[in-house]
């Protein structure tokens, strides 16, 4: 068990000071800076086939904990998982498919304080595989968990599958919350390009992501919503790990990401379509992630103003 120092209460409630203000995006986790290699001090177990690597990484208090990894390489025959103490909130397997040219690997929040990592590696590997992890996010707030952030938003915020939400039922598979570097939370979406030919381009916006570092330590989460109108908690396991930034703007607030990879079929996302016209419109749905929580949808009836 590698244990983690406490964190100070009075940095926890600094943060949470400043989450009430409003003025800057939700932070759900503290982030803590680590080296930990995996294969140098886990527990060495040899199989038949090959070793097998084990440790848990324990961080007192935590409701969730989340894992940003510097130096993720793994070759075709490894396989890596993380789970919970009961083993009720599992990721994995990840593979050499999740290797990047940057080596850099983000896990979104897995339940509990107390998080288990199990890798595997057979004796004939092409070569050796590298496992670093540099951050820690301890998620103080529970907007980690599954049902952390559920039914944080305000009263005004209404269900995407209710029915105000009938007819954006294409649109809303574009968005997804997002998890920025380990702490924050925003929201995003997938938008077409005039070439139609699927790149993952994300739409969110400046105060969220403004640079390269942070989107490669960020974290997607597409279709997490309540299947029903004031229903039940959705899944987040659907996620996507890091991006590229393609272009950002303070001024105007926003930022262009191509994500990491493309969304696997079964997430049967959506890419938004978009319209630099002048024509004046009368009103319009806003669809996000308010406070963390699963998706809402917002409607105006006013003529927007430049």
């Given at each position: 068990i590698y244990s983690l120092p406490p964190i100070e209460q009075s940095k926890i409630d600094s943060i949470k000071e400043i989450n009430e203000t409003g003025k800057r995006i939700f932070q759900f986790a503290y982030s803590i800076n680590v080296n930990i290699n995996i294969k140098k001090i886990s527990k060495v177990d040899s199989l038949d086939d090959g070793l097998l690597y084990r440790i848990a990484i324990k961080s007192k208090g935590a409701k969730s904990l989340n894992f940003s990894f510097d130096d993720f390489n793994l070759p075709s025959s490894a396989k890596m998982f993380l789970y919970n103490k009961n083993k009720k909130d599992i990721r994995g397997a990840f593979t050499n498919l999740n290797n990047k040219m940057n080596r850099k690997l983000t896990i979104s929040p897995v339940s509990g304080d107390e998080i288990f990592i199990e890798y595997f590696e057979s004796y004939n590997s092409e070569y050796i595989g590298s496992l670093r992890i540099v951050k820690v996010g301890h998620d103080f707030t529970g907007a980690g968990l599954r049902d952390g952030d559920f039914g944080n938003s305000g009263d005004c915020e209404v269900d995407i599958n209710c029915t105000e939400g009938n007819n954006w039922q294409n649109e809303k598979r574009a968005v997804c919350k997002i998890i920025i570097d380990n702490t924050g939370l925003c929201t995003g979406a997938l938008i077409n390009n005039t070439s139609n030919n699927g790149l993952p381009y994300l739409l969110t916006a400046n105060h969220c992501i403004c640079d390269q570092n942070t989107a490669e330590n960020s974290s997607f989460i597409f279709n997490y919503e309540s299947p029903t109108c004031n229903g039940a908690d959705g899944s987040v396991l659907q996620s996507i790990d890091g991006a590229d930034l393609i272009a950002t703007r303070g001024e105007s607030d926003f930022t262009l990401l191509e994500l990491s990879s493309t969304p696997p079929m079964d997430y049967n996302i959506y890419y938004a379509g978009w319209y630099r016209g002048t024509n004046?419109?009368?009103?319009?749905?806003?669809?996000?992630?308010?406070?963390?929580?699963?998706?809402?949808?917002?409607?105006?009836?006013m003529t927007p103003t430049d």
């Open positions: 004046q419109i009368s009103g319009g749905v806003g669809i996000h992630h308010p406070m963390g929580d699963v998706k809402k949808i917002s409607t105006y009836s």
